[in-house]
């Protein structure tokens, strides 16, 4: 039976007669292969409508389409264990297990979570969002299984850019140590690894699984263990025999039995080869091939461009919308602010070199690394590569920039503080997605960074209330002889023009931006940092209050500090950061150390992790909006009496 091919995502939900009876899983188990080949047509079909609903990761998931189908075929989930690496290519996992019609809320507000999580389903074992966890979290579950003496068969799937981080390699090496009954299945679709799969590959993948060559295998070692030498040379000559066809050896030399190549896409020979290896003891590594976007032609010829979409408009919502006023100019998003300072510095400075990991497109470095690749360096997802490359670039006078989200340089946490900040040496990290970032929740949200950078010594920390600013600060943080971060909020600022100059900003100079009447009472200072600029404005003129633009966290600007405190009855500190350890923080630490009593008030992100929906909707949620700032200072001017 061929696979059903796609040209269009469907604008209305599809016919989906077999998929509309699963309610869970187990169902798939009995069902003979034709069955099994109609169910991932219409799971291919319901996964088009869906993301066109809702918007979401894309091209991941139509790639593992007959993969999710032949993992709950063969093993008995919830009770054997999957984990998703990421969570991009988990969406056919959640419409197989009970969560279909739920599908189109993912990522909206209120609705599904865009990656696996354990409080959503008993079939998510594990929660994701950042690459390359899955085999350690997979280790762990089935080493506990053989503490416990449970019988339970657990299996981790990871893309091919995820095995490019060190976290994934170290697992590996402790699963091999350790002789655990584990299964990863590596979904390369990138080529990065293999060539294509071929018959003869496909031929051996069968017989390599099969359980008459695993038991001659081991009865072979055992027979070969008695004679000198033997069983070196039998060793050699099979890693030599499967080193012509498939990438064996380096996985095998780590304590594994290599799989594979395998084809992704073929669905009974996915579920035979799995269900031999659901049977073998030891670690099993398992290589498939996919093709991205697979059904989806559009999205087979463009992977990256389909890598994630956002929701269709419903038919004839566009002729029924009222006629749009004239177009004002774009805002520009602060990304591409960067991308083009980027260019712009390299011309100005052949020193300038950037790096990203794995976020090109993400961080906006794309003409970057066409006008300068001999000074672009993508490091894949290896954040902590990323940031100790940079120091080593710096000790050899090079100017090395970061282009990292703020969620994502967590991981490189270790390698700021000892490899770039002890050493005290000239890295610049240019810190997108600060603060809430939307759709993709917690694990991507950038709420921390203010409290984990600010007490590294020796770090500035500037953050831009507008994209002038942003451009003018990236040239600050640029120039300064010594460890600084940047960081900026994903999607647009409020529209102000970008200078054609490099201009730096001053560091630890705050802008007075408005001042409270003579004759108010009480006297509110506003101390903004950063995105929440703007309601502060709004707030600003509601009240009468003074407002400052902070600038710069780290370091901070005393005098404006000790001013405002001096001269108002209360100063309301802002931020979209968490507010334990950050730039409100730092203000009540100033003002402590120079022992002026103030009334502060701090307003940032709460002590729980955010969920998912737009970055409007969660800053409503957490009362950082306009309306949500002044209703704060409202309850504690009327608690002060």
Sequence with gaps: MSMKLFDE??????????????????????????RLARLADELRAYLLYSVGVSGGHFGAGLGVVELSVALHHVFHTPDDRLVWDVGHQAYPHKILTGRREAMTSIRQHGGLAAFPRRAESGYDTFGVGH??????????????????????KVCAILGDGALTAGMAFEALAHAGHVNANLLVILNDNEMSISENVGGMASYLARVLSSAPYRKMREESKKVLSHLPGALQFARRTEEHMKGMVSPATLFEEMGFTYTGPVDGHDLDGLTRILDALSQADGPQFLHIKTCKGKGFLPAEADPIGYHAITKLEKPGAAAQAAKPEPAAAPKRKYCAVFGDWLCDMAAADPRLIGITPAMREGSDL??????????????????QHAVTLAAGMACEAAKPVVAIYSTFLQRGYDQLIHDVAVQALDVTFAI?????????????????????????????????????????????????????????????????????????????????RRQAGHGTTPRIALLAFGSLNTPAATVAETLDATHLNMRSVKPLDRDAVCQAAADHDLVVT??????????????????????????????????????????????????LDADGIERAIRRRLAARG
């Design 432 to 512: 997108d997605r600060a603060g809430l970032v939307g759709e993709d929740g917690p694990t991507h949200h950038g709420s921390m960074d203010l409290s984990y950078l600010r007490c590294v010594p020796g770090m500035v920390i500037l953050a831009p209330a507008d994209e002038a600013e942003c451009h003018a600060m990236l040239s600050a943080g640029y120039h300064h002889p010594g460890p600084a971060a940047v960081r900026y909020p994903r999607g647009t600022g409020p529209g102000v023009a970008v200078p054609d100059d490099l201009t730096p900003a001053a560091i630890g100079q705050a802008e007075p």
């Design 131 to 152: 690459s390359s966890t899955s085999i350690s979290a997979a280790l762990g579950m089935a080493l506990a299984a053989r503490t416990q003496g449970a019988e339970r």
């Design 574 to 623: 802002l931020e979209e950061n968490v507010i334990a350890g950050g730039a409100g923080s730092a203000v009540s630490e100033l003002l402590a150390a120079e022992r002026i009593a103030a009334d502060v008030l701090h307003l940032g992100l709460p002590d729980a992790f955010v969920e998912h929906g737009t970055p409007a909707e969660l800053r409503t949620d957490c009362g």
């Design 366 to 383: 794309v003409r970057f690394s066409k006008e300068y690749p001999e000074r672009y360096f993508d490091v894949a997802i290896a954040e």
């Design 9 to 34: 995502i469907p604008r209305e939900r599809p016919a989906t007669p077999l998929l509309d009876t699963l309610d869970h899983p187990a169902a798939l188990r009995a069902m003979s292969p034709e």
